[in-house]
T-cell receptor, first 110, second 112 residues
């Protein structure tokens, strides 16, 4: 079955501390992996995708096919990073639907 | 340019009624997808449309249906509403099927 697991519902760190949001997936093929973010009172938006291999707002994520993981990392958390983060998988093939994890709420304390 | 617009933003319906939600995609976007978000199940895929054709459907009962018009606007309909249909319904549009999805702010449906 295709599944995305985010083991932490809530992650609380202090400003300036490193942060790692975990994401594991279950999929037999080669999926596309994404991280979406939802700031308070704002719509869900794409943060980054594994294909682009870029850093957005200081966040990076590396696809580890052996461990079927796509963890999101930032070396120094900022208060404005506080938000809900969703890991998502798009199966290979012609369909464009996304399979989401249940999300991790990141709280960065001053 | 304007983002994805969903109407109405909030809706209260009674069990057994039906409801229609609307989604206007970003201008030029031809693909529209719908998702249901609940505290228990999270974000779950409902359907995907491209050029007025349903390309993909999630695991939801037949009470959930949708359509897309020639101007790419989309509607989803839920018939015979149940309490468990209470959720935030999100619409996302993209230029094509596998390009970046832009989400609307959602329609909050409450079934009483």
């Amino acid at each position: 079955a295709q599944r995305v697991t985010q083991p932490e519902k809530l992650l609380s760190v202090f400003k300036g501390a490193p942060v790692e949001l975990k994401c594991n997936y279950s999929y037999s093929g080669s999926p596309e992996l994404f991280w979406y973010v939802q700031y308070s009172r704002q719509r869900l938006q794409l943060l980054l995708r594994h294909i682009s291999r870029e850093s957005i707002k200081g966040f990076t994520a590396d696809l580890n096919k052996g461990e079927t993981s796509f963890h999101l990392k930032k070396p120094f958390a900022q208060e404005e990073d506080s938000a809900m983060y969703y890991c998502a998988l798009r199966p290979a093939g012609s369909q464009g639907n996304l399979i989401f994890g249940k999300g991790t709420k990141l709280s960065v304390k001053p | 340019k304007a983002g994805v617009t969903q109407t109405p933003r909030y809706l209260i319906k009674t069990r057994g009624q039906q409801v229609t939600l609307s989604c206007s995609p970003i201008s030029g976007h031809r693909s529209v997808s719908w998702y249901q978000q609940t505290p228990g199940q999270g974000l779950q895929f409902l359907f995907e449309y491209f050029s007025e054709t349903q390309r993909n459907k999630g695991n939801f009962p037949g009470r959930f249906s949708g359509r897309q018009f020639s101007n790419s606007r989309s509607e989803m309909n839920v018939s015979t509403l149940e309490l468990g249909d209470s959720a935030l319904y999100l619409c996302a549009s993209s230029l094509a099927v596998k390009t970046e999805a832009f989400f609307g702010q959602g329609t909050r449906l409450t079934v009483v």
